[in-house]
């Protein structure tokens, strides 16, 4: 039916507007294709999509950590921890952009490992790093966790305190600014957009 929008808090306005709508439209898109032949909820459907999100991520963690040589046991505890945690449980389990914070981050963790392995090139980083960053602002956190590991990867090799390091401290910063730029783009390439095209809602009185 028909819902009116001041039968809802905040007058039906949507207080997560701001968010980039790439997941939703991924996912909107793909559970209406799903949900068609049987007519079942697009809702049912978008859930399962976010079970898919975290598998996507759990592979890529698993990839990450061969770099690593993790062992079997270990990695398999840090993942089901991982995956039984409150926030990470819930946002699988719902229609939220957070569902792409883990895949995103881990994303941008392979692609790092990968092209300092000389695995994949820069622009595949670029690309992950853009991709981490343009389904929400948050998932920056991820890209900043791996700007980190290259400033430490640099820093010891300008020590020359690790014998596997394999990059120049050069090659590591070029890197760093690299995915810095990609996922600043992806998130101020929205929030322009947003600001063009938004509507001006008082919301202060509001109890959130």
Not at 41 to 66: C, K
Not at 111 to 118: D, I, Q, T, V
Not at 169 to 194: E, F, I, M, P
Request: glycine share 6%; with cysteine.
């Amino acid at each position: 039916g028909h819902y009116e929008g001041n039968d809802f808090s905040y007058r039906g306005w949507n207080t997560a507007s701001s968010a980039p709508p790439y997941y939703y439209l991924a996912t909107g898109v793909t559970a209406r294709m799903l949900s068609a032949p049987a007519g079942n909820s697009i809702v049912n459907w978008g859930r399962v999509l976010g079970s898919l999100w975290l598998l996507v991520g759990i592979y890529f963690v698993v990839r990450a950590a061969e770099y690593f040589a993790v062992s079997r046991l270990s990695l398999l505890l840090a993942v089901a921890l991982a995956i039984a945690s409150p926030s990470l449980l819930h946002a699988s389990n719902i229609i939220t952009s957070d569902a792409t914070a883990f895949v995103g981050g881990a994303a941008v963790l392979l692609a790092g490992l990968a092209w300092e392995r000389g695995r994949a090139p820069l622009w595949l980083l670029a690309v992950a790093a853009a991709f981490c960053a343009s389904f929400d602002s948050t998932n920056a956190i991820g890209v900043v966790v791996v700007l980190l590991y290259f400033a430490v990867r640099a820093i010891a090799r300008q020590r020359r305190e690790l014998v596997e390091v394999v990059r120049p401290w050069r090659d590591y910063l070029v890197a760093g600014v690299v995915a810095a730029v990609s996922a600043a783009v992806a998130v101020l390439s929205w929030k322009v957009v947003y600001e063009l095209v938004s509507h001006d809602v008082d919301l202060s009185k509001t109890d959130q």
